[in-house]
């Protein structure tokens, strides 16, 4: 299995990134999928999950009404659209994939990607 994220950049605060992780080597159809992200000295954290299906999101309270999850079934391919970006959302953000259900939890994931950098200068 093998996830690649890609849309790594340096935006200016209020500007807006779209993330994109490629999936293979699994039936993504199946897979719920969730993005995470570690800033520098910080624990890993929960961004935003979505349903293998597509038809249900969750968000972390610091990115809702920002950022919005979406899932490509024809293409196996997660996306991540970040706006009104803020410095405090400087990260390393991973991909994510599990069974059945999507999870908060980053120790409940089987399968992660390598990370993609994300800066956000003020």
């Known amino acids: 299995v093998q996830l690649v994220e890609s849309g790594a950049g340096l935006v200016q605060a209020g500007g807006s990134l779209r993330l994109s992780c490629a999936a293979s080597?699994?039936?993504?159809?199946?897979?719920?999928m969730a993005w995470f992200r570690r800033a520098p000295g910080k624990e890993r954290e929960f961004v935003a999950a979505?349903?293998?299906?597509?038809?249900?999101?969750y968000y972390a309270d610091s990115v809702k009404g920002r950022f919005t999850i979406s899932k490509d079934n024809a293409k196996s391919t997660v996306y991540l659209q970040m706006n009104s970006l803020k410095p405090e959302d400087t990260a390393i953000y991973y991909c994510?994939?599990?069974?059945?259900?999507?999870?908060?939890?980053?120790?409940?994931?089987?399968?992660w990607g390598q990370g993609t950098q994300v800066t956000v200068s003020s």
């Open positions: 994510a994939a599990r069974k059945y259900v999507y999870s908060t939890s980053d120790g409940t994931y089987e399968y």
């Open positions: 080597g699994l039936t993504f159809s199946t897979y719920p």
């Open positions: 979505i349903s293998w299906s597509g038809s249900s999101t």
